[in-house]
């Protein structure tokens, strides 16, 4: 039976949280016929070294910290919808399998998937979705997700330590899809690259016509950035997260960082550009028209227009808030400096149960 609140007011709220290796992000949205209105949104910043490798090391530091998130940004919703990625625990595979029904395929998928992924059936949850006809007859063609178990283990578990109701578990690179669809009309006749950057990880999802047609985790990010800057410089890693965002530390100036940081971005543009030549040798050489950068290494100075010369495609950086009502009491600047990083957020925070 629905409970009272759903009946009322019709589907509960769910918060998106994006437990990040740098910051921790939580968005509310208030959602009406369609329209999306900004309720709630909190950034926390995480010591280093708490998640390595999507791996939670402190787990009673990162509910610590989750907690006094929610506190601060007057939270009272419980229910989340939480993400997690890496291709270490994350599995996306576009198959062809026979046509069949959603039902039938529910049947089977356990055993069609074991074909597909490179991890013990058991040890996976794994979902799926029927993206319509193949072009061989009889076919269809079927998105295939395998998350490992004790991945969502590890986010669920701190998640509800901080007194939250874990309902849904997503996947990075569809929280970017789901905020994308949301924000950005026009996706017909377009190959768009949904890139984003955090600290340790890189997302990427490409969309043909609007549908994933590619995604791939990488584990490198900003945090590749920080660390040229520590060595380069002999300073501490908090000075380098100043550095970064241009304040002079320590008599480096943000113009002395310019070089190293420009060859740091090569590192992470040659993982981006070796995944774009994969989905180009894949796809009979289809280009890519756009390319939409979020993440908080979108917000590194010149990272952006290196990316965009480098691999020779217009890069935007993305606008999650566009066709979102934000009301008046929060603090516009603030938000738009900070909407690259809680892209995810705001995809997880469109998510209800059931609605997949
Ligand atoms: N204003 C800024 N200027 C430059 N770099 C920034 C700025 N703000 C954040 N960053 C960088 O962005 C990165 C963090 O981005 P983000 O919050 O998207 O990562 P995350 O989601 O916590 O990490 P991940 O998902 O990779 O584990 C860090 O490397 C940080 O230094
Ligand atoms: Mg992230």
Redesign the pocket.
């Given at each position: 039976m629905k409970d009272l609140q759903t009946l009322l007011f019709g589907k509960k709220d769910i918060l998106g949280l994006?437990i990040?290796?740098?910051?921790i992000?939580v968005v509310q949205l208030k959602e009406r016929k369609g329209v999306y209105r900004l309720e709630r949104l909190g950034i926390s910043t995480?010591q280093p070294e708490l998640?390595v490798d999507?791996s939670i090391l402190d787990s009673a530091q990162v509910v610590a910290a989750i907690k006094e998130l929610i506190s601060n940004s007057d939270i009272k919703a419980k229910d989340v919808a939480l993400s997690v990625?890496g291709h270490s625990s994350v599995i996306i595979k576009r198959v062809s399998l026979p046509q069949m029904t959603e039902n039938e395929l529910e049947d089977q998928i356990r055993f069609e998937a074991e074909q597909y992924i490179p991890f013990d059936i058991e040890d996976v949850s794994l979902d799926f979705q029927i993206l319509g006809p193949a072009e061989e007859e009889n076919m269809m063609d079927v998105l295939i997700v395998a998350v490992k178990k004790d991945k969502i283990n590890e986010y669920v578990m701190v998640a509800k330590e901080a007194g939250l109701n874990p309902v849904i578990v997503d996947v990075?690179a569809f929280a970017l899809e789901n905020m994308y669809e949301l924000n950005y009309e026009g996706r017909e006749g377009k190959n768009v690259a949904l890139v984003?950057?955090?600290?340790?990880?890189i997302n990427i999802n490409i969309l043909k016509d609007g549908i994933s047609v590619f995604t791939r985790d990488s584990s490198v990010?900003?945090?590749l950035?920080?660390e040229a800057l520590q060595k380069e410089f002999t300073i501490s890693y908090a000075n380098a997260?100043k550095l970064?965002?241009?304040e002079p530390v320590e008599g480096v100036s943000p113009d002395d960082s310019i070089s190293v940081l420009n060859s740091a971005f090569e590192d992470i543009i040659t993982e981006i550009a070796r995944s774009f030549d994969y989905f180009r040798d894949t796809t009979n050489y289809e280009n890519i028209d756009d390319i939409i950068l979020s993440?908080?290494?979108a917000?590194?100075?010149h990272f952006a227009k290196s990316l965009s010369e480098r691999v020779g495609i217009n890069v935007n950086i993305v606008e999650p808030f566009k066709n979102i009502e934000v009301p008046e009491t929060f603090d516009k600047e603030y938000l738009e400096?900070m909407s690259?990083?809680v892209s995810?957020a705001v995809g997880l925070a469109m998510r209800r149960v059931g609605d997949k």
């Open positions: 994006d990040g290796s740098k910051h992000k995480l998640i999507g990625s990075d984003n950057i955090g600290a340790s990880m990010g900003g945090h950035l920080t997260e970064k965002q241009q993440g908080g290494v917000l590194t100075k400096k690259p990083i995810v």
